[in-house]
Each structure stands twice: as structure tokens, then as C-alpha cells.
């Protein structure tokens, strides 16, 4: 918001008063700017903690695969045993 005043008085000495005021908008558009970026990173941090988690996971998926194998192999092992 831009505001002008102007004061002119007519007399053997003449005054000329102009005051401009600016409601401050760069100040506003750089608030803006630095939340988006502030949402950005957040998103991106976000995004890959989801992905770390999601590699954890496969990675104790695998782990219990190789323990099952490993116990049904102990298991064939103890029935020839047996036998």
C-alpha cells in the first residue's frame, strides 16, 4: 500500500511537502519465499526418512528369510539324523 501526501501553499513562500510511504510488500514476498523453502526441505527430509525406513525394512525382511532358511536346513539336518 503506497501512500502520498502532498502540502502546497500558495504564498510568497512556497512549500511543497511529498511524503511516500510503501506498506512494505518486498518484506511480505521474502516471508513467502523463505517458508516455501522452509516446506521444501521439510518435504525432502520427510521423503527420505520414508525411503531409510522402507530400506530398513528389507534389509530385516532379508535377515528373517536367511534365519528360516537356515533353521529348515537344521531341520533336515536333525531328521537324517534320526533316520
Same mark, same amino acid.
Given at each position: 500500500?503506497i501512500?502520498?501526501r502532498?502540502?502546497e ?7 511543497t ?10 518484506? =511480505? ?5 523463505a517458508?516455501?523453502? !522452509?516446506?521444501? $526441505? #521439510?518435504a525432502?527430509?520427510l ?10 525394512t528389507?534389509?530385516i =525382511? ?8 537356515? !533353521?529348515?536346513a $537344521? #531341520? ?8
Amino acid at each position: 500500500m503506497i501512500e502520498e501526501r502532498t502540502t502546497e501553499t500558495n504564498a510568497p513562500h512556497t512549500t511543497t511537502v511529498i511524503e511516500r510511504r510503501s506498506g512494505g510488500g518486498g518484506s =511480505t514476498i521474502l516471508i513467502g519465499l523463505a517458508l516455501l523453502i !522452509a516446506v521444501v $526441505v #521439510g518435504a525432502y527430509f520427510l521423503m527420505n526418512q520414508s525411503r531409510n525406513d522402507a530400506i530398513k525394512t528389507d534389509a530385516i =525382511t532379508g535377515a528373517a528369510d536367511a534365519v528360516s532358511d537356515g !533353521a529348515t536346513a $537344521v #531341520g533336515d539336518a536333525a531328521k537324517k539324523t534320526v533316520e
